[in-house]
């Protein structure tokens, strides 16, 4: 047996089942690539769900851990730190919100923004004791809590999982009638996906998130942008609001704001809804340490710094045209803005994992979402050579 089929074996008899990876055991990652352990080197069209949009191990974000790794790693909201002002800073500078507040995970900056919207809704829009509601999309997708789980559409998410807390509206993804249908005047929220990831790059139509945003500001409903996936330069703009031109009140961001090495999310607000949370009423040991401030400050400079939300834009037009030139019966769409892209597979062609595990022969990896679809999203210091070997190597497998 060699030492990942051992490595697979534990894993099956040791963990809980709840992911069911490709069989590639990954011990190195340095830039857009990984290596197995067997020393075999993969493109990452992955990314860890857009986690390490800034290539894997980056050298600036490592030497920026490791130094404050060596100074002071936890203090607890108890105390300051001397790292939390500047990333504030920072994170004001480059999105232009006016509050921020940190957290560990994506998920728990949607419960994090949640609790807030409901608490603003009660405090300042008025709305009667426990009887707020937020708008959610079908086919969402915000993370795995209990709060969150409870107003997902895919059984897989929720089935088994109940009770669930009340106090959601789920309406269909780009239908701007049946959102404006949707808001009551308990509404105190919309939150939304700009482009929706799990559920295979979904892109609403044109009008649509314009409409949203007026349609808010209209019934003063707070926007909550989930830009977990698709912010810091995913899909070619710091943000995917930008390319709608709006602006959300409160926007999620998580994943790449670490660049990989570490948890950090955070709910950015312009709006006065994280004025409602007064001290005591929401917190988190973690949130805002001083190791996880180092490296989110590190993430975001070398994420502007290196040019790589203008490298997304350009790669992913090289990439959308590379693989809308694949002639093949199994593709029934492409679609993607910048590197956040995905070829929806004909029903008929038997699922996409098969796809996925040519892919990894031929030294690619990526993830098949929802069956039919192959979600590709390299870290965006992909080069104009290796999104084109991409696409080579796509094209021969489809
Ligand atoms: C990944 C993701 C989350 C959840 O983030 P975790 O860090 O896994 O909790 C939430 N929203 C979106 C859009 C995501 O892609």
């Given at each position: 047996?060699?030492?990942?089929s051992?490595?697979?074996?534990?894993?099956?008899?040791?963990?809980?089942h709840?992911?069911?990876?490709?069989?590639?055991?990954?011990?190195?990652?340095?830039?857009?690539?990984?290596?197995?352990?067997?020393?075999?080197?993969?493109?990452?069209?992955?990314?860890?769900?857009?986690?390490?949009?800034?290539?894997?191990?980056?050298?600036?974000?490592?030497?920026?851990?490791?130094?404050?790794?060596?100074k002071?790693?936890?203090?607890?909201?108890?105390?300051?730190?001397?790292?939390?002002?500047?990333?504030?800073?920072?994170?004001?500078?480059?999105?232009?919100?006016?509050?921020?507040?940190?957290?560990?995970?994506g998920?728990?900056?949607?419960?994090?923004?949640?609790?807030?919207?409901r608490?603003w809704?009660?405090?300042?829009?008025g709305?009667?004791?426990?009887?707020?509601?937020?708008?959610?999309?079908?086919d969402?997708?915000?993370?795995?809590?209990?709060?969150?789980?409870?107003?997902?559409?895919d059984?897989?998410?929720?089935?088994?999982?109940?009770?669930?807390a009340?106090?959601?509206?789920?309406?269909?993804?780009?239908?701007?009638?049946?959102?404006?249908?949707?808001i009551?005047?308990?509404?105190?929220?919309?939150?939304?996906?700009?482009?929706?990831?799990?559920?295979?790059?979904?892109?609403?139509?044109?009008?649509?998130l314009?409409?949203?945003?007026?349609l808010?500001?209209?019934?003063?409903?707070?926007?909550?942008?989930?830009?977990?996936?698709?912010?810091?330069?995913?899909?070619?703009?710091?943000?995917?609001e930008?390319?709608?031109g709006?602006?959300?009140?409160?926007?999620?961001?998580?994943?790449?704001l670490?660049?990989?090495?570490?948890?950090?999310?955070?709910?950015?607000?312009?709006?006065?809804?994280?004025?409602?949370?007064?001290?005591?009423?929401?917190?988190?040991?973690?949130?805002?340490?001083?190791?996880?401030?180092?490296?989110?400050?590190?993430?975001?400079?070398?994420?502007?710094?290196?040019?790589?939300?203008?490298?997304?834009?350009?790669?992913?037009?090289?990439?959308?045209?590379?693989?809308?030139?694949?002639?093949?019966?199994?593709?029934?769409e492409?679609?993607?803005?910048?590197?956040?892209?995905?070829?929806?597979?004909?029903?008929a062609?038997?699922?996409?994992?098969?796809?996925?595990?040519?892919?990894?022969?031929?030294?690619?990896?990526?993830?098949?979402?929802?069956?039919?679809?192959?979600?590709?999203?390299?870290?965006l210091?992909?080069?104009?050579?290796?999104?084109?070997?991409?696409?080579?190597?796509?094209?021969?497998?489809?």
């Amino acid at each position: 047996m060699t030492r990942a089929s051992d490595l697979i074996a534990t894993e099956h008899r040791l963990g809980a089942h709840n992911y069911k990876p490709l069989d590639v055991v990954l011990t190195r990652g340095e830039g857009v690539h990984v290596w197995d352990t067997e020393g075999k080197r993969y493109l990452d069209c992955l990314s860890a769900y857009s986690a390490v949009n800034q290539g894997h191990c980056h050298p600036k974000i490592r030497e920026a851990m490791i130094e404050q790794a060596g100074k002071l790693t936890l203090t607890s909201r108890a105390f300051r730190n001397d790292q939390l002002a500047h990333l504030y800073e920072e994170l004001a500078a480059l999105t232009g919100s006016h509050k921020i507040l940190p957290m560990n995970s994506g998920a728990e900056a949607v419960e994090t923004a949640i609790k807030a919207v409901r608490k603003w809704g009660y405090e300042v829009k008025g709305v009667a004791e426990n009887q707020a509601e937020i708008i959610v999309c079908a086919d969402n997708f915000h993370g795995r809590t209990m709060g969150i789980v409870g107003f997902s559409t895919d059984p897989d998410a929720r089935t088994g999982f109940g009770p669930f807390a009340p106090g959601f509206r789920v309406v269909p993804f780009g239908d701007l009638k049946a959102f404006e249908a949707a808001i009551t005047p308990n509404t105190v929220a919309a939150l939304i996906e700009p482009i929706q990831g799990e559920a295979g790059v979904i892109i609403p139509p044109k009008g649509y998130l314009p409409g949203v945003r007026a349609l808010c500001t209209q019934h003063n409903v707070t926007l909550i942008l989930d830009e977990i996936q698709t912010g810091l330069g995913r899909t070619g703009k710091l943000l995917a609001e930008e390319h709608e031109g709006i602006e959300a009140d409160v926007t999620l961001i998580g994943k790449a704001l670490s660049g990989g090495f570490y948890p950090v999310s955070a709910v950015l607000s312009n709006s006065e809804v994280l004025g409602v949370l007064k001290p005591g009423q929401h917190g988190s040991t973690f949130g805002g340490n001083p190791l996880a401030c180092a490296v989110a400050r590190a993430a975001l400079k070398v994420l502007t710094e290196e040019g790589m939300i203008e490298n997304s834009a350009r790669m992913g037009e090289r990439f959308l045209e590379g693989l809308r030139s694949i002639r093949s019966n199994v593709v029934k769409e492409v679609r993607g803005r910048g590197l956040m892209l995905a070829i929806e597979l004909d029903p008929a062609a038997g699922g996409a994992r098969p796809y996925c595990y040519q892919l990894k022969d031929r030294g690619l990896l990526a993830k098949d979402t929802h069956e039919h679809t192959i979600r590709l999203a390299p870290p965006l210091i992909i080069t104009p050579d290796q999104v084109d070997w991409a696409v080579e190597q796509i094209a021969a497998v489809l």
